[in-house]
């Protein structure tokens, strides 16, 4: 609910810049109050979240210790989380400021919450929870090449199949989408009558 809504806030300004097909601010204005209540949300649960990992610290903590702090000397992820929430703290204070009601401050708004999401759930969740291993260990974590090119690819993919999407869905909505003439016609009966 907050970055589904931030790339639609951007593509349909997209849309609306080179396309023939107008999107009124209505729209994109419900998507950030979407985006602004999501976003709320979103850093209340990390601040309880980071509340029962660190109230009382346990071996089950190890993972968000290493996290947020690093641990036993290993710190490779400490910057990437607290990029995150640095961003989606930008985002959130310019969604419920009235500088997100401008074209400008919204779309900074939008990339921030995105990419903010983007790293805190993805390398704040998944990888975390492999650090420290059963046997106690703490290996650092960096994508292989391939893994690298799998996740591009699955992203070119999807902006492929989306952009072929928007490629048939605008001219339905704009209307210019019409049967060819000739296809319509009557066929020509090839018998002769006599």
Request: aromatic share 12%.
């Amino acid at each position: 609910f907050v970055a589904g809504p931030a790339l639609m806030i951007l593509t349909f300004q997209v849309i609306r810049r080179f396309a023939r097909y107008y999107i009124g601010d209505q729209p994109i204005f419900t998507l950030r109050m979407i985006m602004t209540v999501a976003m709320i949300i979103n850093m209340f649960l990390l601040g309880c979240e980071l509340f029962t990992e660190f109230y009382s610290p346990t071996m089950h903590a190890a993972a968000a210790q290493y996290l947020y702090f690093g641990l036993h000397g290993h710190h490779g992820l400490v910057p990437w989380i607290w990029s995150a929430v640095a961003l989606d703290l930008i985002g959130l204070t310019l969604l419920i400021t009235p500088l997100s009601r401008k074209i400008v401050g919204l779309n900074v708004a939008c990339v921030a919450c995105f990419i903010g999401v983007w790293i805190e759930k993805g390398m704040g969740l998944i990888i975390p929870g492999f650090v420290p291993s059963p046997l106690g260990q703490v290996v650092e974590y960096l994508p292989t090449l391939n893994e690298t090119l799998v996740c591009l690819g699955i992203w070119a993919f999807g902006a492929l199949i989306f952009s072929w999407m928007l490629r048939v869905a605008i001219p339905i909505m704009n209307g210019s989408l019409r049967a060819d003439p000739e296809l319509n016609s009557p066929v020509p009966s090839t018998s002769n009558t006599l």
